[in-house]
């Protein structure tokens, strides 16, 4: 485990505690860092997907890039 000094905002760290039912500073730090690397996760298998579909030709490009299809 890495020990870091960073100066952190106390009420969001104490709301945040409060709202996950923590206590501990370290299980609130912890948790934020696992929800961040969580959703730049799913994030990365997202654009997985979509470069997939993409290249299967399930996204027609030139009708999106067409502004007149979707600006109405």
Known sequence: MA???IDLDGDLLAGA???LGSSSQQEVIDWALRQALAACERRKGALRRLRA???DGAIDSEFL???RNYRR
Do not use: Q, W
């Open 3 to 5: 020990r870091v000094v």
């Open 17 to 19: 505690g409060e709202a």
């Open 53 to 55: 579909m993409a290249a």
């Open 65 to 67: 890039s067409d502004k």
